[in-house]
């Protein structure tokens, strides 16, 4: 993709990149988003903001794109208004996933061409044309509709969307504002891109609506959506979300494509700790530098990975990122360690399936959790870290690796204040999977490895010696567990989920728990 304009119109494929940019500007046109005026027309003091031409190519699409973008950092913050848009949760994506998978109902995906463009613009904003076009230099844009890279475009087309999805009957959902329901379809927003989950009746009306509003692109079996791999096989109820060509980017971008593959994201009982921080030593910042490694970027390429398919790596990341804003030698090669992972693991991901009935229950829309916590282990702080993980359709749908913002007196504190959190998130998800229409009848059943807390969430009272000063936790978690929204169920460590989260494991025990919490087997207990 070239870097600027000029090298897109001067250089190789330099025809269909001509043609991308026509498009962009005929589509300015088309959609009323400006008006020509002059300077000397521009109000005295009001700030006039450049804009520019940005080329990319599209490779899952093969489709050259050009977009006209303001230099909205120039914008001064009494023209920008309003700024805040929602996006939508990766829990929420992944639990319509998973229903997709359970209920076997079609998915599907809509883009919005030129999406910001379709939002009117409240305030007066006024821009200069792209330069390298050929417009004369004293003209002036007075913008009728928002563009990208103004401070409330997204705002503004987020505004513009749900008014339309009111309008055709949509509910929005409490819990996360990008999800709508209406009656067999539900519709996750992302920006400008739109996932659909429903009928074929219901989504062919949906996107029917949509065209007559909008310029649309809509694609069926949708194979990939915001950089999320889609792989399904209906007829055997499996579903898989992977990220193999983001994994395989990151690699060549830090030059390890022929790298050897590691079976672990970090050695068993690795620590990563502040005090190897280059803390402006000139002798470790030279051997950082030498080393030739952008770890900043890594660590948050592997972060992302780990927020939307990769749980067994969550861990790992969030160790990384405790020092990337000054990490040191002895950082590099924990990093270089967990891309050798990734590169082993490219082509593993979420494993939806259909798994039928137990006991009369539906086994497909039916969360079960895990929380444990690690006790002192942080070398630094001697905080614990602490780790979660729900699982619907055989495969993890949320979960966190984070250490705790308070010292711990005890292994059953530390597992207290994780099993609340735990808790938190429970509950969000229950009330979201009875938006997807799928009660939960029963308890959740969170599993937890301390006899302690076990005790302390069914006997008020229990322990209060221990953990009286934790009490306002320890009361939530009894008071849910009376109302039978959760039952709190000892399981033994071999079998807990998330101590994958807490701690850098052995190989053998890795793997084991991996693969139960990917989806693609199970443990001895049947999860």
Known sequence: TPKTLQQGLNGNNSKQWRMAVQQELQSLLDLDVYEEITRDQVPKGKKILSSKIVLKYKEYERRFKARLVVLGFMQPDEDAGETFAPVAKFTSFRLLMAIACALNLDISSSDVKTAFLNAILEEAIYIYPPRGLGYPPNTVWK?????????????????????????????????????????????????????????????????????????????????????????????????????????????????????????????????????????????????????????????????????????????????????????????????????????????????????????????????????????????????????????????????????????????????????????????????????????????????????AVVATAHNPGKNHGKLKHVAIRANRVQEEVRLETIDVVYKETALMLADILTKALGKSQFTKLKLAILGYQELEDGH
């Open 143 to 451: 913008l009728l509709k928002n563009l990208y890279g103004l401070k409330g475009a997204p705002r503004g087309w987020n505004l513009t969307l749900h008014a339309v999805m009111l309008e055709l009957g949509f509910v929005q959902s409490i819990f996360d504002p990008c999800l709508y329901f209406i009656k067999d379809l539900w519709v996750l927003v992302w920006v400008d891109d739109t996932l659909k989950v429903g009928t074929p009746e219901a989504i062919a009306w949906f996107e029917g609506e949509l065209d007559k509003r909008f310029t649309m692109t809509h694609v069926a079996d949708v194979e990939m959506f915001v950089g999320i791999e889609i792989k399904r096989d209906r007829e055997a109820g499996v579903l898989e979300l992977t990220q193999t060509s983001y994994i395989d980017k990151i690699l060549e971008h830090h030059g390890m494509l022929d790298c050897a593959p590691k079976h672990t994201p970090m050695q068993e009982n690795t620590k990563v700790s502040r005090e190897d921080c280059c803390q402006g030593n000139p002798d470790l910042v030279r051997e950082y530098n030498e080393m030739g490694v952008n770890y900043p970027s890594g660590a948050a390429e592997l972060l992302y990975l780990a927020l939307c398919t990769r749980p067994d790596m969550a861990f790992v990341a969030k160790e990384l990122c405790k020092v990337m804003s000054d990490p040191g030698p002895k950082h590099v090669p924990v990093l270089k360690y967990a891309l050798k992972y990734a590169k082993q693991t490219r082509n593993l991901g979420l494993r939806f399936t259909r798994q039928g009935v137990l006991d009369s229950l539906q086994l497909d829309t039916v969360l079960f959790a895990w929380a444990d916590s690690s006790f002192g282990d942080d070398p630094d702080t001697k905080r614990s870290t602490q780790g979660f993980v729900a699982k619907l359709c055989g495969a993890a749908v949320s979960w966190f690796s984070q250490g705790q913002k308070s010292t711990s007196l005890s292994t059953a504190e530390a597992e207290l204040i994780c099993l609340a959190d735990a808790l938190k998130e429970i509950l969000y998800m229950r009330d979201a999977m009875r938006f997807f229409g799928v009660e939960q009848e029963r308890p959740t059943v969170i599993y937890e490895d301390n006899q």
